[in-house]
């Protein structure tokens, strides 16, 4: 761990710093990303991070720093925003509090500056919130790379309804079923009912007010690295090359898991709740549905009182994530209910280690909540979903999944949803435990979409895999960086 004001030394290794915003599956995968640099040969990645998230990840960089591919940390203080000590991301917030963490990020321009300046890294990769490190990077001849967390599909569909937003805005009840057509897009066509679009499409907010800079500060960057790759959504990724960045790497599933990294995988994220591998160990293969709706999202007692009844009622075995905030109130479970399912449900509270779950071969469908490092760990593990979008681009990255990819099926099809009723919104058990028995019915159409699934396990495999078109992509990146490095240094010797 090094510390702010000591620069670090000057090393032949081409030095890379990754600044991850204060979301917790932004973090996992930045930190997922600095593990794939890390075991590349003359790589050094650092980790620009405040105290509490460091602790996500330090289980993951005490198992690497052990295999001999350390990265490095940088720590500064979380902004003070009115937070209690320890709250420093989405997740651990209150959703009456995001704003906060959206304004402590904003007040970390200052601090990152300083420790960019004071260390001269040779390249950063800074995620999509910080925009403006594309700005201060020409000035330190510092090549700027903008980390994308979500795939490239989320991203396309969301610019080019951007371009279009006034006329939503001005032609459309934002919270009617209307449908609105994504304009230029390649591939099938596709419509999303107004309801359903993030709010900064809809009505004026931060994101309304920053999205333009956003834009700009990855068109006008070095390049971009997304957690995709090619072959699950290759048009969209053509598209994206020619049209909205300089540069485009794809290198996910950054999770993915070769199975010789065990530990990892499961102390990915944290410590603790390991004894649901072993109780996974009892259930027959195929037969549980897995349902965590991640480490953001927030539900009504209402509602998780229904889900329990639907999972209960499906008659189907079931491993259930409650986030920690929902954790704390427990008055919510059915008188008995735990004693009713105890055979064939567990609930775990808190963190989960979900990729090791979703590798367990008695793992047969995954609810979720659509957000992208979800679905995406899904696919490499080839595990299909039931979704159950709630905020921002989550009913888009469903319509990937469930109408271009065909390997998930909704919840509640037909239902009153939208990014405005998300987490009020109650979806009423009888939904809930027929999609599941449904879907985990012997020979329908959950088997098809398993078998969509395990096609796409496959090639995501193959693109992790030396040679394939992730592997390739990231050490393109590599090659760049370093060969930006040389131009650099060439310049400072000519005196340029």
């Known amino acids: ?30 930190t997922d990303l600095a593990r794939l640099l890390a075991i590349r040969p003359n790589v050094e990645p650092t980790i620009i991070i405040t105290p509490a998230n460091a602790t996500l990840i330090q289980p993951t960089l005490d198992l690497l720093a052990d295999m001999g591919r350390p990265v490095q940390l940088l720590i500064h203080p979380f902004p003070s925003v009115g937070l209690p000590p320890g ?17 402590a990020q904003d007040m970390c321009q200052p601090v990152h500056e300083s420790i960019l300046r004071a260390h001269r890294p040779d390249a ?19 090549p700027r790379i903008t980390f994308y967390p979500p795939g490239v599909f989320p991203q396309v569909v969301l610019t080019n309804l951007f371009k279009i937003r006034s006329d939503i805005i001005s032609q459309l009840d934002v919270t009617s079923a209307e449908r609105v057509n ?4 390649p591939g099938p ?39 995709t790759f090619y072959d699950l959504e290759p048009e969209y990724c053509d598209l994206y ?11 996910g599933p950054v999770a993915y898991s070769s199975g010789g990294d065990d530990q990892r995988i499961v102390k990915r994220g944290g410590n603790g709740h390991t004894a649901c591998l072993d109780w996974l160990d009892g259930k027959e293969k195929g037969s549980v549905v897995y349902v965590c709706f991640g480490s953001w999202c927030h539900f009504t007692k209402a ?31 059915p008188e008995r209910w735990e004693e009713r399912v105890r055979s064939r449900g567990l609930i775990i509270r808190g963190w989960a280690p979900q990729v090791a779950i979703l590798q367990h071969k008695s793992v047969g469908a995954f609810m979720t909540h659509c957000g992208w490092n979800s679905l995406l760990e899904a696919a490499s593990c080839g595990v299909p979903v039931l979704t159950w979008p709630l905020v921002f681009d989550q009913f888009i990255n469903e319509r990937l999944f469930v109408d271009v990819k065909g390997w998930g099926a909704r919840v509640w099809e037909g239902g009153n949803r939208g990014t405005k009723l998300g987490e009020k919104n109650v ?18 159409n959950g088997d098809k979409m398993r078998n969509k699934a395990q096609e796409m396990a496959a090639m995501a495999k193959a693109a992790m895999q030396e040679g394939g078109s992730s592997s390739k992509d990231l050490n393109r990146l590599i090659d760049d960086l370093i060969a930006e490095k040389g131009k650099c240094n060439a310049s400072l010797e000519n005196g340029k």
Not at 182 to 185: A, E, I, T, Y
Not at 196 to 225: C, H, R, S, Y
Not at 313 to 330: Q, T, Y
């Open 124 to 142: 950063i990769i800074a995620d999509v919130a910080f925009w403006w490190v594309t700005d201060i990077a020409p000035e330190l001849s510092i």
């Open 87 to 103: 709250i420093e991301n989405l997740a651990t917030a209150p959703s009456s509090d995001e704003w906060r963490i959206h304004k």
């Open 189 to 227: 066509e596709i419509n999303i009912p107004v309801s359903e679009l993030p709010t900064f499409l809809v009505e004026d907010n931060f994101l309304a007010d920053d999205w333009m800079k956003i834009t700009m500060a990855q068109l006008n960057g070095f390049g971009v690295v997304v957690n």
């Open 241 to 251: 090359r020619k049209d909205h960045a300089k540069r485009a790497y794809f290198v």
């Open 1 to 30: 761990m090094a510390s702010l004001d000591v620069p670090l030394q000057v090393q032949t290794k081409l030095r890379v710093f990754l600044i991850p915003s204060f979301m917790t599956s932004h973090i996992l995968a930045m």
């Open 427 to 444: 979806v009423p058990r009888a939904a809930i435990a027929g999609a599941v028995s449904k879907f985990m019915e012997p020979g329908g």
């Open 303 to 333: 509602q998780l009182c229904e889900l329990a009844f639907g999972l209960e009622e499906s008659g189907k075995n079931f491993l259930w994530v409650v986030r920690g905030g929902e954790d704390e109130e427990f008055g919510w479970i």
């Open 182 to 185: 994504v304009p230029d897009l």
